[in-house]
């Protein structure tokens, strides 16, 4: 069964320093990869996506995540956080080989808060 | 203007009672996703459509249903039967394709009162 785990659950940074938010998945296939952002009592927004290609993906807002197939990660990056930055950040996995089928929805992690400090 | 609406934003039931969450898309999307949210535990998946006059039981679909007669609606009807209905509900759309996102609304708060 597919999985993603973010393994932490909140993130404090300073603004100005790099962020990174970190998620791990688990499919039995190729893996499309990808990450949204929630700010409070609203939808979730799309920010990147991993399909194939160069490791290293750009998103909206300065975002941008690498794929490590060796450690099954798509950690979230921005070299410069801003405080506007803080919300809850969820990675999602989607396996390939199942879609169409009751495995190949989208999963997603439980969701890490990134708070940003002035 | 494209987009996902739900509605309402904030709705209250008493015990009991069966309601109905709307969701309706106009980016001609065919698949169509209803998740529940709840604090610190995720998305989780509760009823999908990958085309009109089809849908499917996600991973906790009980106490609830849906319909799917058009392409542009999908809407959720919590029955009295979901004994712990107080949560935060996402809709979601998608053109179909595994490399695809999909698409939020703005979400319905339910308060069970």
């Known amino acids: 069964a597919q999985s993603v785990a973010q393994p932490e659950d909140q993130v404090n940074v300073a603004e100005g320093n790099p962020l990174t938010v970190k998620c791990t998945y688990s499919v039995s296939g190729n893996p499309y990869l990808f990450w949204y952002v929630q700010y409070p009592n609203r939808g979730l927004q799309f920010l990147l996506k991993y399909i194939t290609g160069d490791n290293l993906v750009k998103g909206s807002y300065g975002f941008e995540a690498e794929f490590n197939k060796s450690q099954t990660s798509f950690h979230l990056k921005k070299p410069s956080a801003l405080v506007s930055d803080s919300a809850l950040y969820f990675c999602?996995?989607?396996?390939?080989?199942?879609?169409?089928?009751?495995?190949?929805?989208?999963?997603f992690g439980k969701g890490t808060k990134l708070s940003v400090k002035p | 203007d494209g987009g996902i609406t739900q509605s309402p934003k904030y709705l209250f039931r008493k015990e009991g009672q069966n309601v109905t969450l709307s969701c309706e898309q106009n980016l001609n999307h065919d698949a169509m996703y209803w998740y529940r949210q709840d604090p610190g535990q995720g998305l989780r998946l509760i009823y999908y459509?990958?085309?009109?006059?089809?849908?499917q039981k996600g991973d906790i679909a009980e106490g609830y249903s849906v319909s799917r007669e058009k392409k542009e609606s999908f809407p959720l009807t919590v029955t009295s039967a979901q004994k712990n209905p107080t949560a935060f509900y996402l809709c979601a759309s998608s053109i179909q394709g595994s490399n695809t996102e999909a698409f939020f609304g703005q979400g319905t708060r339910l308060t069970v009162v």
């Open positions: 459509s990958q085309i009109v006059n089809d849908f």
């Open positions: 999602a996995v989607r396996d390939k080989a199942n879609y169409g089928g009751s495995q190949g929805n989208l999963i």
